[in-house]
């Protein structure tokens, strides 16, 4: 069973930075879109970032400029930068990602367990 493994997250101060680091647990084929969603108290999940397997990537417009999403192929790793922290950034951030987990299957959407992000003013 596929597992997305998040880390990262944790308590700062308005305007400092946080990297948060996502990996699938287990076997796994293929590694198509991978990205950030995250769900603030008492509001819907909302989508934050994503990147393509070539290094296209999507910003929600509330992150755009201060957040920052990349990946690593080779460790099927994607990683969201996020810096000039605004208290209304604290959330738990999930990952996503669409996985082939045999050659020959189809890709399914996985979503990790979540990180706290939080932000004081």
């Known amino acids: 069973q596929v597992q997305l493994v998040e880390s990262g997250g944790g308590l700062v101060q308005a305007g400092e930075s946080l990297v948060l680091s996502c990996a699938p647990s287990?076997?796994?084929?293929?590694?198509?879109?991978m990205g950030w969603y995250r769900q603030a108290p008492g509001k819907q999940r909302e989508f934050v970032a994503y990147?393509?397997?070539?290094?296209?990537?999507n910003y929600a417009d509330s992150v755009k400029g201060r957040f920052n999403i990349s990946r690593d192929n080779a460790k099927n790793t994607v990683f969201l930068q996020m810096n000039s922290l605004k208290p209304e950034d604290t959330a738990v951030y999930y990952c996503?990602?669409?996985?082939?987990?045999?050659?020959?299957?189809?890709?399914?959407?996985?979503w990790g367990q979540g990180a706290q992000v939080t932000v004081s003013s």
């Open positions: 990147v393509s397997t070539d290094g296209r990537t």
């Open positions: 996503n990602a669409v996985i082939m987990v045999v050659s020959g299957g189809r890709f399914q959407g996985y």
């Open positions: 287990g076997s796994i084929f293929s590694i198509n879109i």
